[in-house]
């Protein structure tokens, strides 16, 4: 494997700034994206974006302190970055909803088939 294609196989994995919903994005995705709900997650997303998938993960300040917050985004952006190729190119928010203590093995679970449903 040449330096080339290397690079482009490691760089598949970054989590880019071009991924990352800006805060006016953010706002009109609230307004009007569709939502889709699983037991612990929801996810507001808007299909059909030409720029590519972009992610966004809000957490309430009533969800726990900084570093458990951090934490979930944290795992949540991992899930993202390893499975680009399952995800539709759509904008998206994933916001945690309950307070489910769930392994990583669980959480990678439902947000990918949060992440099914939201191509149908």
Known sequence: M???TENNVI?????KKN???SSKEIKVLFQLGRRIK???YLGIYSPKNPDGTKLAV???RKWGNAVSR????RT???IFRKNKDLIPKNYIIIM????NHLSFMEKQQEIISLFMKMSK
Do not use: C, G, Q, V
């Not at 760089?11 to 989590?15: D, L, Q």
């Not at 951090?70 to 985004?73: R, S």
């Not at 945690?96 to 307070?99: A, D, F, M, Q, T």
């Open 2 to 4: 040449n330096a080339d």
């Open 76 to 78: 949540i952006i991992e």
């Open 11 to 15: 760089s598949r994995f970054y989590f």
């Open 96 to 99: 945690r909803i309950s307070k």
């Open 70 to 73: 951090n934490y979930e985004k």
């Open 38 to 40: 699983s037991k612990n």
């Open 58 to 60: 809000t957490l309430k």
């Open 19 to 21: 991924e990352r919903l």
